[in-house]
Structure formats: C-alpha cells, structure tokens
T-cell receptor, first 117, second 115 residues
Framework: AQTVTQSQPEMSVQEAETVTLSCTYDTSESDYYLFWYKQPPSRQMILVIR??????QNATENRFSVNFQKAAKSFSLKISDSQLGDAAMYFCAYRRASYNQGGKLIFGQGTELSVKP | GAVVSQHPSWVICKSGTSVKIECRSL??????MFWYRQFPKQSLMLMATSNEGSKATYEQGVEKDKFLINHASLTLSTLTVTSAHPEDSSFYICSARDRGRRPLHFGNGTRLTVT
C-alpha cells in the first residue's frame, strides 16, 4: 500500500523569506503523480503544484517549486518570497497513474505553515 | 474551470437522525467521486470511492451501512450519514474526477455537528 509522510506538523517562516516543506512517500509503482495542496482556514482544497513521476524536471508554479527525488521517494515544496496569504495547512498527496482504483488521492498528515509579518 | 458544489456547507442534527450531503459537478461529468472525512488539524481520510451507476467501494474500517453513498448520475453523488452520533461530527469533503487525467476537483466541504 502507498503511504505519504509529512514529518513537520508545523513550520514558520518570515514574510518574504523562503521555506521548504518536506514529504516522503512509499510506493512500488513506477508511474504516479504527486501533488501539494493548500488548505486555508476556509478549508477549501487548493491545488498548488503537481508532478508527474516520469518527468525528471521539477515542477514550478510562480513562487512554488518542488524538489522531486524519485529514487529517494522525496517530494519537497519550496515557497519563495513567502506572503501572509501563504499561511495554511499544506498536504502532500500521491495518486497512482492508472485508474484501477479510480484515481484516489492519498494524503500526508499535513504541515501547518504560519507566516510572520 | 471545473466546479464541484457541495451542499450543505454546514449542518447540525440531533443524535439518531440521518443527514444527507450532496456533491455536484457543475460543468463536467464526474465518472468517479470520492468522499473524505477530516477531523480538526488532521489529514483527509478517504472514506469511499463511488462510480456512476455502481456500488461504492468503501475503505477499510468505514461502515457502509452507516455512510450510504449513492452516485446515481454523472453529476451527483450523495453521502447519507444514518443514525448519526456525536462521534460522526466532522468535516466531510467530496472530490470528483472527470474522464480526463486532470487533477481532482474538490467541493468546499460540509461541517457536520451531531448534538
């Protein structure tokens, strides 16, 4: 069974600084997707960034980038130039590439990020 | 963009009653819908996967007779919490997948409080 682990329950960053959130996963699959979701106090799930396992290039979305290390099964999220609006719970998630199981997401425990002004 | 509407956004019910939560895909056909449960400060735990026109697949430990899921059309799935108890109080979130390989679309969630 696939598992996703986020070992940092809480992180804090100064506004305008950079912070990295860690995520590791375990799978025997070779083709899969990895995601970072943001959940602000409204509890709406917002997709931050997505990485296909077959792509070696790390995904980037504006201030958000990932460090995908497939062999190490590591998928960290870097937030540059942190803003107050980045404060939220961040979830790392895994999904098999095949839809045998419907494409369900498996989430990590979450990391609560606070941004200090 | 794809929109998933979840209703109600919050509900309070008395112990022993049943409550129904709806999840609708507004501008796409949702071949598969997922129901998650989330306790405060915790992760999303998958409860079940529903495919249009077939029985839902429940995760281990989820009582299928208590959490009834119906996916009767390509745009609507419902979760009914039967004979609710205070321990069923939680945040329930649905997500939907269309026929493509795009990421899941999430509803805004339903906060259930059982008194």
């Amino acid at each position: 069974a696939q598992t996703v682990t986020q070992s940092q329950p809480e992180m804090s960053v100064q506004e305008a600084e950079t912070v990295t959130l860690s995520c590791t996963y375990d799978t025997s699959e070779s083709d899969y997707y990895l995601f970072w979701y943001k959940q602000p106090p409204s509890r709406q799930m917002i997709l931050v960034i997505r990485q296909e396992a077959y792509k070696q290039q790390n995904a980037t979305e504006n201030r958000f980038s990932v460090n995908f290390q497939k062999a190490a099964k590591s998928f960290s999220l870097k937030i540059s130039d942190s803003q107050l609006g980045d404060a939220a719970m961040y979830f790392c998630a895994y999904r098999r590439a095949s839809y045998n199981q419907g494409g369900k997401l498996i989430f990590g425990q979450g990391t609560e990020l606070s941004v200090k002004p | 963009g794809a929109v998933v509407s979840q209703h109600p956004s919050w509900v309070i019910c008395k112990s022993g009653t049943s409550v129904k939560i709806e999840c609708r895909s507004l501008d796409f056909q949702a071949t598969t819908m997922f129901w998650y449960r989330q306790f405060p400060k915790q992760s999303l735990m998958l409860m079940a996967t529903s495919n249009e026109g077939s029985k839902a697949t429940y995760e281990q430990g989820v009582e299928k007779d208590k959490f009834l899921i119906n996916h009767a059309s390509l745009t609507l799935s419902t979760l009914t919490v039967t004979s609710a108890h205070p321990e069923d109080s939680s945040f329930y979130i649905c997500s939907a997948r269309d026929r493509g390989r795009r990421p899941l679309h999430f509803g805004n969630g339903t906060r259930l409080t059982v008194t």
